[in-house]
C-alpha cells in the first residue's frame, strides 16, 4: 500500500472537520473548490459557524462562474440562503467596492456582482446579505439577526482527484467528506470514496490519485464490509464472518463460502488467509494470546509516539486509545489550549491561573483553610489584632479562632486566649498565637494530642516521646477541663458588659438584703406590742391566788 501515513493523515483531517455537522442538501465540485447547500434555518453568523465547523466558509460569489455554480445549487429551493457577504462597520459607501460591503474571507476583491435595484445606501440598512430564487438571485441586504431558509458553504482544497474511467456496463457513484455526492462528480476532495459497480470495488481518494481498497482501518474501516485487520508494514486486509469469505475481486465484500477452513480454528475475533494456511488474527487493538486463537487487549498508549502535540494524553481503551488533553486543557482549533479555571471563581479570595490549573490566595488578614484549601479564614500572628467588622455595621465584629472580642472606645480588637491557663495539658503547655501545643516530659509519651502516658504503658510505637501538637483542629473528646472552643464569631457579651452585669448583680444582692432586714425589724415590733396588749378584765390565762390567811 502507497503512501498510507500519509493517506491517514490527509483524510482523517477531512472526515474530523465533519465530526458532528449537518448534512447538505446538495453540493457542487470543480477544480479545488466544492460548494454546498444547507437548508437549515440559521442567522448569519450560526450559519457561517456551521461552514467553520466543516473547515470552510459562507460562499463567496466572486464571478459569474461561481454565480452560476449558486444557480445550480439553488434551482430547486425556495427561500432566502445566506451568501458570505456582509458590512463589518460603518456606513454602504456607493462609490467603494461591494459598496463597502466584504467577503467573510476578510476581503473585498471580486469581478462580479449583483446586487438589487432597491439597494438601501442609509447607515440603518441591515449589513447581511442573503439571495433567493424568486429575487432572481439578486443580493439583498437583510438583518444578520434573522433567521433564513438556509444557508451556502464554500470549500477549498489543494489537490483534487478527477472522476474514475468507467467502462461499458459499470458506474460510480462518490462521496466527499462533506457528506454530498452522486454519480456525475468531475473533481474531488481528499477523503472522498467512490464505488464501482457492480463489482462493488471501493476507492478512496489520497494525493490525486484513488486507491482501492482495503485502506487505513481507522478510515471507514477501511472500505471492509465486515471487518478490518492490520498486518505487518501497514498492509490491511478484510475479513468475514464464519461460513462467508472475501470476494476475491473487489476484497472488502462477503460472499458464502463453499468451503471455510477457518471454522475448525476457533478464533475469537478473526480468521486470515497466511501463505497456504489460515491463521487468526486480532481486531486492532488487541493481540493474540498464547493458545493462537484468543485476542487480549493491549495498552496502546505505551507507544509514546500516540497523540503527539503539546498538552495532549493518551487515554487507553478496550480495543484502541483516543486522544485528549491534559487536566485544565481544552481542545479549540486542533490544540490543547490552556483553560482559565479562575472564570469559574473557585477560589474565595484570590485566584491566579497557572498552566492547566489555578492557585488561591488570600486577602491580608487571612490565610488558607487547611481543611479547605479554596477557602480563607481570618488569622492573626500576634498577641492582639484588629477585629474584621462589617463596614455596614460596626456592632457585627469577628475574630479569629482562639481570640476573644474585646470592645473598646478607640475600635474592636481581638485579644489571643491564654488557652494553658486551663490547664488542657496532663503536662507541659505553650501557647500560640490562636492556640496551644502540649508537651510531656521525658519518659512519657503524648497520647490524643494532650494527654502524657509513661513509656511502657502505651502501645503505640508511631508516637514519639516530647512530641508538640497543635490542639485547635482536633479537640480531646475527654479534657481534663472543658475546651473553651473557638471563637469564630464575638460573644454577645463583652469584657464591658460583663463588667456591667456584675455591679448590677451585687446591687441587686445588697438591695434584696436590706429590704428583708427592714421588714424583719418592723414585724418584731408590732408582734412585740400585740402580745403586751390585752382585753380588760381578761387574766390572759393567770388566776390570782389567795392566801387562807
Known sequence: MKDVTGLLVVVLTSLMGQAGGIEPNSGYCIGNQCFAVFQDPSDFTTAQDQC??????????????????LLILLGNFTGRFWIGLHLTTGCPDAAAKLRGFQW???????????WTPSFDSSCSSHRCVSVSREDEFKWIQEPCVGDAAGFLCEYSFGESCK??????????????PMGFGGEGVLSLPPG?????MPARIKYVCSSEQWLQAPWSCEINNGGCEYKCAAGPKHVFSCSCPPGQAVNPTNKVTCEVATEDPCLPLRCAHDCL?????????????????????????????????????????????????????????KLTGGLCIDMDQCMSAPCEHICVDT????????????????????????HCDEDECAAECDPNDSTQC???????????????????????????????????????????????????QYKCVKNGDHTDTNELEGTEVTTTPNIPTTPPVPYPGPTRQPSAVTVGGLVGIIVCTVFVIVLVVFLVHRIANGGGKTESAGELKAPEGEAHGLHQVTSDA
Not at 474514475?164 to 460510480?172: H, I, K, P, Q
Not at 492547566?356 to 486577602?363: F, K, L, Q, R, V
Not at 489571643?416 to 496551644?436: L, P, V
Open 398 to 448: 469577628f475574630c479569629p479562632d482562639g481570640y476573644l472580642l474585646d470592645e473598646r472606645d478607640d475600635g474592636s480588637f481581638c485579644i489571643d486566649i491564654d488557652e494553658c491557663s486551663g490547664n488542657y495539658c496532663d503536662q507541659g503547655c505553650k501557647n500560640t498565637f490562636g492556640s496551644y501545643v502540649c508537651t510531656c516530659l521525658p519518659g512519657y509519651t503524648l497520647v490524643d
Open 52 to 69: 467553520m465547523d466543516q473547515d470552510g466558509h459562507l460562499m463567496t460569489v466572486r464571478s459569474s462562474v461561481s454565480n452560476d455554480i
Open 163 to 176: 472522476s474514475l474511467a468507467v467502462a461499458d456496463g459499470e458506474s460510480v457513484t462518490y462521496r466527499t
Open 355 to 378: 498552566p492547566g490549573s489555578y492557585e488561591c490566595a488570600c486577602h491580608e488578614g487571612y490565610k488558607a483553610d487547611p481543611k479547605s484549601p479554596n477557602k480563607c479564614k481570618l
Open 104 to 114: 467573510v474571507t476578510k476581503d473585498s476583491e471580486s469581478d462580479f456582482n449583483n
Open 192 to 196: 472522498s470514496t467512490a464505488i464501482r
Open 273 to 329: 488467509k497466511s501463505g497456504d494456511s489460515y491463521a487468526c488474527v486480532c481486531d486492532h487493538g488487541f493481540m493474540l494470546a498464547q493458545d493462537g486463537r484468543s485476542c487480549v487487549d493491549f495498552d496502546d498508549c505505551m507507544d509514546k509516539r500516540q497523540c503527539p502535540g503539546e498538552n495532549f494524553q493518551c487515554v487507553n481503551t478496550v480495543g484502541g486509545f483516543h486522544c485528549a488533553c491534559k487536566e485544565g486543557y
